[in-house]
């Protein structure tokens, strides 16, 4: 616990988190709210409003959490921190804790805040929340930071730069996996095992009940949607599991 | 007390850090004492555990630094006093410190209060002067009360009142028992603050002496001599003194017998005086004496 509140101190003692979270908010909530001002009354579906949380913010909160452990490198706070806490797991494992649960707090934030404007622009509409698949697919934003936070402060830890951080991050969420599947034949074969790739799998709404939702097509997964949330879980703590090892090993 | 044994730091063929052994001992300023590149800062990283040694052994009262479950009560040190986030305020810095080891938040204020930060505690340490950031360094030392110190080089950049402030203060922890480490490349800063000194080169201990000890060793008298016929009297010096050549004008710098003495041999053996000046030496050209060989960028 003790740990833990030195993260927290630590975090919010300095502007970046909430700039970020800001930033994240805006972007996430403002294309939700133009791509509503934008639609027809009552064309609205709810797969449509969490196009800005699930792609743009999620960016976002991966460039924050990266942040949180790079910025300790780049002005060495993180030697400071290893003089006051020598056990260099727990010390990493509690800030890795702190930014996760803000990262899931923000998207459960933006999520809703997305849905809510566009039910506040869109009355007409039908946007209430009736299936399991329905919640999953706006509730389930929350988890989704929270996992993609824990595989960005591996990454930071790893890179420990933010430059390089941030453009493996971005790369990697933005680009590299929808690049994959142009490959012929296997392309979409390896996207089903991509971990980005399950993490909108897991989002993903049931086939044909809405046709705004289009971003997990033509990939064939293997794994049930909670499989696919916990092998991108699976994914993002072997990577912290692996950075964790390294920074024990390396001279601070 | 801090001790050290056969330690070592390697990187790929370079060896910052030699098979270095010393103690450092509770009570006393002990100096750390090299030129630039000699393995000070390495050394001081390895005591805290931020570097792993390649071999050898260094423990603080018979413990690793990476032992003690809340080490800022045991050791504080100032490795850097840059090592503070730029956007955070100096009171954030060191309550984030105090929380991390269960030192009482009052004790902010008070290190606060002894470093003279107390005005501008609210204040982001990234505007602080390079004199504010050294006591914004020293605050975050003495948080934890620790019996043990370590100071990298703490009076660089400082004006001449912070300079003779710290010294007080390192003077002053020692007084209360405590074990005070210090390093620097100016000796003419140590003899002033140490009362112990090891000194190192390239890596390697050179000496481990008292601060009195070394000066006197360092700056012993000799005489400058010149003679059209210095070969002869060179060999007829040898026998009582230690003879070296002055690298720019020839002239032999006799350690070991007075002036006056020189001059009566030289007249004896009838040999013609072109100078016969007694030196002083001084401290700091002992220690680039001392230290030459072991100096890694020279200037040419």
Known sequence: MTLLAVERIKLFSTRSPYWCSALALVLGVGLTAIIAASTDDGQLSIGVTQFGSSQLALSVVLVMAALAVTTEYRFSTIRATFLAVPNRTSALVAKTVVVAFIAGVLGEIIAFGSWGVAKLLSPASDLAINTGGEWRHVAGIGLLYGIGAVLAIAVGILVRQTAGAVAILLVWNMLLEGLIGIIPKVGTKIQAWLPFQNANNFLALPAGSDPGEGMAAGIDFKLSQWGSLAYFAGIAVALLVVALIVAKRRDA | ?300
């Open chain 2, 1 to 300: 007390m801090i001790e050290a044994v056969r330690l070592r730091k390697h990187y790929g063929r370079t060896k910052a850090v030699d098979d270095l052994s010393f103690t450092v001992r509770p009570g006393r300023v002990t100096g750390f004492l090299g030129p630039n590149g000699a393995g000070k800062s390495t050394t001081m990283r390895m005591i805290l555990g931020l570097d792993t040694p390649t071999g050898g052994d260094v423990k603080i009262d018979g413990k690793h630094y990476t032992e003690f479950k809340e080490p800022l009560r045991k050791v504080g040190a100032l490795l850097d006093a840059k090592w503070v986030h730029p956007n955070r305020s100096a009171r954030a810095h060191l309550k984030w410190l105090a929380v991390s080891n269960k030192i009482p938040a009052s004790r902010v204020a008070e290190v606060l209060e002894i470093v003279g930060l107390s005005e501008v505690a609210h204040k982001n340490a990234g505007g602080f002067s390079l004199g504010m950031s050294q006591r914004l360094g020293i605050a975050g030392a003495l948080l934890g009360d620790p019996e043990v110190l370590l100071f990298d080089e703490p009076v660089n950049g400082l004006d001449p009142e912070g300079i003779v402030w710290i010294r007080q203060f390192m003077h002053r922890l020692a007084g209360e028992g405590r074990t005070v480490f210090v390093s620097s490349h100016l000796l003419s800063e140590m003899a002033q603050t140490a009362q112990d000194l090891i000194v190192i080169g390239k890596g390697q201990l050179i000496s481990q002496t008292t601060t009195e000890q070394f000066i006197s060793d360092a700056t012993k008298d000799h005489v400058r001599v010149r003679s059209p016929h210095a070969v002869k009297l060179r060999e007829i010096l040898a026998a009582d003194a230690t003879i070296t050549e002055d690298a720019v004008d020839g002239a032999l710098v006799v350690h070991g017998i007075p002036a006056e003495q020189i001059g009566e041999i030289a007249a004896e053996h009838q040999i013609v005086l072109h100078e016969l000046s007694p030196q002083r030496g001084s401290l700091e050209e002992a220690f680039m004496q001392l230290t030459k060989e072991s100096v890694e960028y020279h200037a040419h």
